[in-house]
């Protein structure tokens, strides 16, 4: 059976994500803010999600009280990864052009979900890869956040979607 995932969009800036025809959840992103704070409802869960650091290039994100539950940093300044902290796992999320932009989450050096550009019939789209049985979208929702820049600047306010789970 062939499991989708979606996200769509609901107004500027904003985006609900869909499982298998149902949703998830939504987030808005506030493109304006050197921050570039994004505020998401996943499930019955409340997060933000924001680029934190001098140089703004660790994330973390928390729960509604203000909470981290996750943060993800680079280990060295020249490094092409993040290690990424979550539900006491340690995690590496990496960006690679490959032979497009895409950026991915490994376990243990094992790919467990990844978005990235695709094209079909000359039309760029999104291309969603999960090697799990998820119930946890916080990881949709970090790739979202980090994705949106590479998908609006490569197909404006139009997307397509292209959904693979393995």
């Known amino acids: 059976m062939n499991t989708l995932k979606k996200w769509e969009t609901t107004g500027e800036s904003k985006y609900a994500f869909f499982y298998n025809g149902k949703e998830i959840g939504s987030i808005e992103i506030a493109r304006s803010s050197l921050e570039r704070i994004a505020h998401a409802q996943v499930m019955n869960q ?4 924001k680029k934190v650091g001098t140089w703004k290039n660790a994330i973390e994100i928390s729960d509604k009280n203000g909470l981290v ?16 902290e979550y539900a006491g796992k340690t995690y590496s999320l990496k960006i690679r052009n490959s032979p497009t932009a895409e950026y991915i989450i490994f376990e243990n050096e094992v790919e467990i979900i990844s978005y990235g550009l695709t094209t079909n019939k000359g039309k760029v789209g999104v291309k969603i890869n999960t090697n799990q049985n998820q119930s946890d979208y916080i990881f949709d929702f970090l790739l979202w956040y980090l994705f949106v820049p590479i998908a609006f600047e490569n197909m404006g306010d ?7 789970i393995a």
């Not at 409340?46 to 999600?49: G, L, Q, W």
Request: proline content about 4%; aromatic content about 22%.
């Open 69 to 84: 539950i996750a943060k993800a940093h680079p280990e060295k300044w020249y490094t092409n990864y993040l290690k990424l």
């Open 158 to 164: 139009v997307f397509l979607f292209f959904m693979m």
């Open 46 to 49: 409340e997060i933000t999600i």
